[in-house]
């Protein structure tokens, strides 16, 4: 052009390599999009762009997941999980931090990327030391002789029921039994800890469950994004594989490997469970039910109805303080690690048949529903009074409109009212419970 040679490739990679500079300084958050920017350019097109050399940053890794390693059991004791978003949301914020710190699989395979896939081992060997403790804990817990004595004549009782041909855990029994279990607990001077401090384990365990998972998911998401970057192979002289030797055979050539068997191997690999996180943790738990032989694990599933209860009470009143200004305990809106931990522990105990025996779901939906019609009843006969004051002061009044407004809600109304929202709010949260249990025995299956 006007006598002088321009080179087309190399003005492209010119203004690409400034464009991306000068962006990348503005936003160092950019830094892995427009890595990757260079590598597609490279892949397809050919063109050799220079690294700036800048500081990479991104706004997805936040917490850094080595830092939380090694310190596990702190970090499962400080962070709830929230299985529909598959992240951790901190339980309380530090002194002085205006927001909560989460964890998720982005943040995971950030660090997996900037440390290599070598952690995803070293976390579940860490997971498995881990979760190996707090099974301990609980089977010290079952081997109490006061929690052994309430569970064994727990279970007499429910066989007793099943004889008589009562097949639904009550939901008055379940309350009877915390009770007795709170007094007994206060009684016993070995035991300490309570039905909180179970739940919390449980809790826990789940929370680490939970973590291997989240691991394992940021690790097939690094893999799934390095796949793009895989150089294009022609597939299209492809004919067969041999009969004899089972390679893969293009005219008279035998080729070692194929774009076939390329694909079957990775599809193999992103397919595979890999490792088998819910058969090694199942070991766990039966080579501690073997150093515990005097636990009693046997009666778990008794106690399951009142972890529910309790965990009921505690996830309400972490909502409740999220609403209040002068928080003195943590407040929280999710905590699906208790829901998790059960239902591991149910799968690996083979106690899963005898917890669906007890029907505790339908004993609570029954449960709520007889309250909602006997609280209907009462609500409509308050509101029967209250709209006969209301046409006796119409009667005695010229203003009609400020007749109706100088009548106010009975005492009763209002504490029918509340007893409406504290109903309604027990059954949305035990049916999240036991959605979370049957969506955690799930995923622990596909694990």
Not at 43 to 69: K, T, V
Not at 70 to 99: D, H, T, W
Not at 190 to 212: F, K, P, Y
Not at 339 to 345: D, K, S
Request: aromatic share 8%.
């Amino acid at each position: 052009v006007c006598r002088r040679k321009i080179d087309i490739k190399a003005e492209i990679e010119s203004y690409l390599e400034k464009t991306f500079y000068d962006l990348s300084t503005v936003s160092l958050n950019d830094c892995n999009n427009y890595t990757e920017m260079r590598s597609i350019a490279n892949e397809r097109f050919g063109l050799n762009l220079a690294d700036p050399f800048l500081p990479d940053g991104s706004l997805d890794q936040g917490l850094d997941f080595i830092d939380m390693l090694r310190n596990l059991e702190s970090f499962v004791s400080s962070y709830n999980y929230n299985m529909i978003e598959q992240n951790f949301v901190q339980r309380k914020a530090e002194r002085g931090a205006k927001s909560l710190r989460t964890l998720s699989v982005k943040s995971v395979a950030s660090s997996l990327k900037q440390h290599g896939l070598g952690v995803v081992s070293l976390t579940i060997d860490v997971c498995s030391k881990l979760l190996s403790r707090q099974i301990a804990l609980l089977l010290d817990f079952l081997a109490d002789d006061s929690i052994k004595s309430l569970l064994s004549k727990e279970l007499r009782w429910i066989g007793n029921q099943r004889k008589e041909g009562s097949n639904v855990y009550p939901f008055s029994r379940a309350i009877e039994f915390t009770q007795e279990m709170k007094r007994v607990l206060e009684q016993s001077q070995s035991l300490e800890n309570g039905l909180d401090w179970c739940r919390s384990v449980i809790t826990e365990m789940g929370n680490t469950l939970t973590m291997a998972r989240m691991v394992r998911t940021a690790r097939r998401k690094v893999l799934s994004d390095e796949m793009p970057f895989l150089s294009p192979i022609d597939v299209s002289g492809v004919r067969g594989k041999d009969q004899g030797t089972g390679k893969s055979v293009m005219g008279e050539k035998v080729l070692p490997i194929t774009a076939v068997e390329v694909e079957e191997h990775i599809s193999a690999v992103l397919n595979k469970p890999d490792p088998d996180i819910v058969q090694r943790f199942t070991g766990v738990l039966k080579e501690a039910l073997l150093e515990h032989e005097d636990s009693f694990m046997s009666g778990f599933h008794c106690m399951l109805p009142a972890l529910c209860l309790c965990w009921m009470d505690a996830s309400l009143q972490g909502k409740e303080m999220m609403h209040k200004k002068n928080i003195a305990r943590g407040g929280y809106y999710t905590d699906d690690g208790f829901a998790v931990g059960l239902a591991f522990i149910l799968s690996a105990a083979d106690q899963r048949k005898m917890y669906d025996r007890l029907n505790w779901f339908k004993s609570i939906q029954s449960k709520y529903a007889s309250d909602e019609e006997d609280l209907i009843e009462r609500m409509t006969a308050e509101e029967k009074k209250k709209d006969a004051k209301i046409a006796a002061a119409k009667q005695s009044s010229w203003f009609s409109s400020s007749a109706v407004d100088a009548v106010e809600d009975s005492d009763e109304l209002k504490n029918l009212k509340m007893m409406e929202k504290r109903i309604e709010g027990n059954r949305r949260e035990m049916a999240m419970l036991f959605f979370s249990m049957n969506e955690a025995t799930a995923f622990l299956r596909s694990l």
